[in-house]
């Protein structure tokens, strides 16, 4: 074997060993890439159940204060605004807070801003329930609706960010349902 068989055997030697070691690269690297994904929307995921099951309780809370005070109709068990009652509700509305912060530092642009929509419709409840003035027209049952919408939106966003496919009800489904009636008239008899 001449100089140039032995020079075309270490070249391809070579070339192999840097073809392998840029392959073997590119593959830990995209593997990487795939547990980053997969960590951080967990973290995100966990972010988005925890602060929308936070805003759910608030709102609940605060509809039954509404509810005590006479502002909206029946549906909830009333909850006497007590000292003990806000204090409570205080600490959920920091918690509430808490949980925002990773929702913005983990989430996307539109699931963030929905959030905002979000807390903007909490706190008008919170508003109505303590009764204090407000320059929204329509009342309890607007501002629910509206509060109900919101989330059903920022669910929706942070299932698109998530990867999440499908809707989270296939058909509309009315509220409130059939087999309630009218509790307006079963509470005057």
């Not at 608030?58 to 029946?74: D, E, M, N």
């Not at 496919?165 to 296939?170: E, P, S």
């Amino acid at each position: 074997m001449g100089l140039t068989g032995q020079l075309a055997t270490l070249v391809g030697v070579a070339l192999g060993a840097v073809l392998s070691m840029a392959t073997t690269m590119i593959v830990e690297k995209a593997r990487w890439r795939r547990e980053q994904s997969v960590r951080w929307d967990e973290r995100r995921l966990s972010a988005y159940a925890e602060y929308a099951h936070a805003v759910k309780e608030l709102a609940h809370r605060y509809r039954r204060i509404a509810v005590a005070k006479g502002i909206a109709a029946s549906g909830a068990a009333p909850l006497e605004p007590t000292e003990e009652v806000l204090a409570a509700v205080a600490e959920a509305e920091v918690q509430r807070s808490a949980l925002a912060e990773t929702v913005w530092l983990l989430g996307d642009v539109e699931t963030n801003t929905a959030a905002v929509r979000l807390n903007h419709c909490l706190w008008h409840l919170e508003w109505l329930a303590r009764e204090l003035p407000t320059r929204e027209q329509g009342g309890w049952d607007q501002a629910y609706e509206d509060f109900r919408q919101a989330r059903q939106d920022f669910l929706k966003l942070a299932r698109a960010g998530l990867g999440v496919r499908g809707t989270r009800i296939a058909e509309s489904v009315p509220w409130p349902p059939p087999w309630r009636g009218d509790l307006s008239q079963a509470t005057r008899r």
